[in-house]
């Protein structure tokens, strides 16, 4: 199994303010997943992080609102910026250690006002 | 956008009782997992299932797979409180050059003591 440290695992936040989520794994992994879970919603992919490379986003999620880096293949993060009240989310990291079996970190729960 | 659809939304049942938990996908699919969340916080994974399987069994868990109908449902016998938690299915498919997971809508379900 891996294990996963995110932080902060929770915060409030100032509309027009940026938070920085950062994701430490326990051993090096060659993709990390950034994924956004609104509140009573499921999870929806925001982008794969390649250590390397420049992150890959989906479809509604641009590199100007969510930068994420891959400085090495422990650790990635992703920075939500100029936040507004729709960006109140719970946010995962997550990698494949496993084919076919996904781990999480504990998630940040971002409220912003 | 999403690929999976769950039903139902939510769930009460009593301590003691089988919980069955359904879900759609679209799209071709080498194997489908389920994953459970506790308050909010992050996934677990529970039981993968490959395309060629029908059936699969993990303690009090049991998956059916049918890819002729596009579904999947999850089975926990015998519940108990700690299985209150929300249940999502999820796949893993590319588009936009990503490799991440595609969620469904979850399940949440309440084990009433």
């Known amino acids: 199994s891996a294990v996963i440290s995110q932080k902060p695992s929770r915060d409030i936040c100032q509309r027009g303010t940026s938070l920085t989520i950062q994701c430490q794994v326990d051993?090096?992994?060659?993709?990390m997943f950034w994924y956004r879970q609104q509140p009573g919603q499921s999870l929806t992919l925001i982008a794969t992080a390649n250590q390397g490379s420049e992150a890959t986003y989906e479809s509604g999620f641009v590199i100007d609102k969510f930068p994420i880096s891959r400085p090495n293949l422990t650790f990635s993060t992703l920075t939500v910026s100029n936040m507004s009240p729709e960006d109140s989310s719970i946010y995962l990291c997550?990698?494949?250690?496993?084919?076919?079996?996904?781990?999480f970190g504990q998630g940040t729960r971002l409220t912003v006002v | 956008s999403q690929q999976g659809e769950e039903d139902p939304q939510a769930l009460s049942i009593q301590e003691g009782e089988n919980a069955t938990m359904n879900c759609s996908y679209k799209t071709s699919i080498n194997n489908l997992q389920w994953y459970r969340q506790n308050s909010g916080r992050g996934l677990v994974h529970l039981i993968l299932?490959?395309?060629?399987?029908r059936e699969k069994h993990s303690g009090r868990l049991r998956v059916t797979l049918d890819t002729s109908k596009k579904s999947s449902s999850l089975l926990i016998t015998a519940s108990q409180a700690a299985d209150t938690a929300s249940y999502f299915c999820?796949?893993?498919?590319?588009?936009?050059?990503?490799?991440?997971?595609?969620f469904g809508k979850g399940t949440h379900l309440i084990i009433q003591p």
């Open positions: 999820a796949t893993k498919y590319s588009g936009g050059g990503a490799d991440g997971l595609t």
């Open positions: 997550s990698v494949d250690r496993e084919p076919g079996k996904a781990f």
């Open positions: 051993s090096q992994v060659t993709m």
């Open positions: 299932i490959r395309s060629n399987e």
